[in-house]
């Protein structure tokens, strides 16, 4: 009875197979002249040597999955879910599904919309939520140092709009983050084209497996490049791409002419002179344990304003209900330092992680000060909270965390001298907090001089001529304190 069971099963696989392999024949034939470059890399790609068909990927339930139509007799959809991965990479998609990048877009720029429906009692992975709240509509025109811009956009009026669409939000945040694909009866209604990492599927689910593996080639070398977690981790906020063109390891990746080691199906001390950003925080490398969770070989947070241990569960992140999980932090750093002793001493590995943790230390101080110097502007009444990035402190405080102090603390992690110092430290203190300090003392001594003006109106009764002269000297005051200043 059991043979039989088998016997039947694989008859009917094969002929499961047969007839996907037919649609993908006929897949072919007709995007061969409307998308050739998406059928060469497919017919170029493993999933084709290995006999993964069009349907095999592309083929949906509309009960399950509202973006899913019908296409020339077939059900399909363009938004390849996690779900679609899922049936034969189970493992691979648990773990990502556990990181931070799965849920980089309601960490990141949906944030705002994520805390608004959860505090009106709705599910923001329900796609019933995003139809009858677009995202994307919610965050246009909200003042949050989440879009920095918008500080100056809602001072000079733009924000307020209905014409300004603050649309950089969508081609700069949500391109990387992911966005919120909104989809019904087959038909996508918003969100798409997106391939970020964080992206919200109209099935339910997070992430899209093509922000890295791209789209049809899926090729494991690529994905194992710098360059692709590079698309994402540069600029002045998080310039991991540029640190690691500076360190010691892309040095000796970049010079090298051959590549061809990141094909290998496993990445070993013995095959791998170069390590790029998939061998350190993914690969199975010298013991290490495969993981599609970028964060799990990491001790510290780098990117908040105060660097703490990993926290514990991302999905936790959005609501500012995420806590330090040393012991899982501890666990990251004994893995990271395994993958480093596949090439360096563990006096060396040791020596540079004691010297790291240091400079995390530095910034966290300098982090305090920071903060304890804006909030005093705010209590002495200097800057307002309306407003929460558009006065001076206020944009310096930002710039020292989200800028300064993330290459600080970044550049220190992957071996950039530059960024640590440079682009970190340097850039951090020497122009930005001598720059807020400057300005609270400045609007100190005019709120004294206006003290004084007024006390000298309340005594005269009116306003007489040395009032007058004092209230009309109030900005050359300023200005002089800030020349003499410069020149000390």
């Known amino acids: 009875m059991k043979k039989g069971l088998v016997a039947l099963s694989s008859l009917l696989l094969g002929i499961l197979f047969m007839a996907n392999a037919g649609a993908t024949e006929a897949c072919i034939s007709c995007h061969k002249s409307v998308t050739p470059g998406i059928v060469a890399d497919y017919q170029q790609s493993k999933m084709a040597e290995e006999g993964v068909t069009c349907l ?19 059900k399909i959809t363009p938004v390849v879910s ?22 980089t877009a309601f960490i990141g720029p949906l944030k705002p919309w994520y805390n608004e429906m959860v505090s009106q009692g709705k599910d923001p992975l329900k796609l019933e939520t995003a139809l ?25 009026g733009l924000l307020d709009l209905e014409s300004y669409n603050h649309e950089n939000q969508v081609l700069g945040c949500l391109e990387c983050h992911g966005s919120y694909v909104i989809a019904k009866d087959g038909e996508i209604l918003d969100g798409w084209p997106n391939v970020g990492v964080g992206r919200v599927n109209p099935d339910g689910s997070l992430g899209s497996c093509s922000a890295c593996h791209t789209r049809h080639s899926f090729s494991r070398a690529e994905a194992r490049k ?30 090298m002419e051959d590549h061809s080691f990141l094909e290998e199906e496993e990445l070993t001390p013995e095959n791998t002179r170069a390590p790029t950003c998939a061998v350190c925080h993914m690969s199975g490398f010298n013991g290490a344990k495969t993981t599609h969770d970028v964060g799990a070989r990491l001790y510290w947070e780098l990117q908040p304003k105060k660097s703490v241990p990993q926290w514990d569960d991302p999905k936790l992140v959005p609501l500012g209900k995420q806590k330090p999980d040393e012991e899982q932090a501890k666990r990251g750093r004994a893995e990271m330092k395994r993958v480093c002793r596949g090439c360096h001493s563990p006096a060396w590995v040791d020596g540079y992680f004691e010297s790291f943790d240091k400079v995390v230390n530095d910034y966290n101080k300098v982090y305090e000060y920071t903060e304890k110097l804006l909030n005093t502007a705010y209590e002495e009444g200097l800057i307002s909270k309306d407003n929460p990035i558009d006065e001076i402190p206020e944009v310096m405080y930002y710039y020292i965390w989200h800028h300064d102090g993330r290459r600080w603390r970044m550049g220190a992690s992957m071996m950039g001298p530059d960024w640590t110092h440079w682009n970190g430290a340097v850039d951090a203190l020497m122009d930005k907090l001598n720059m807020m300090e400057e300005w609270i003392k400045m609007q100190r001594e005019n709120k004294q001089l ?30 002089a304190t800030l020349r003499r200043r410069r020149k000390l």
């Open 226 to 255: 710098p360059e692709t977690c590079g698309q994402c981790h540069l600029g002045p906020d998080h310039p991991q791409m540029e640190i690691y063109e500076e360190s010691k390891h892309g040095n000796i990746f970049f010079s």
């Open 132 to 156: 009858a709240n677009n995202p994307r509509d919610f965050i246009r025109d909200k003042l949050t140092p989440l879009y920095p811009d918008s500080g100056a956009l809602k001072r000079a």
């Open 56 to 74: 095999d990927c592309h083929q949906g339930d509309p009960a399950k999955d509202p973006s899913v139509r019908d296409h020339n007799g077939y």
């Open 450 to 479: 206006e003290e004084r003006v007024a006390a000298l109106e309340q005594q005269k009764g009116v306003c007489g001529p040395t009032a007058v002269a004092a209230l009309a000297l109030l900005p050359l005051a300023g200005y």
């Open 82 to 103: 996690p779900k679609y991965c899922e049936r034969c990479h189970e493992e691979q998609v648990e773990q990502f599904l556990k990181s931070k990048h799965a849920w």
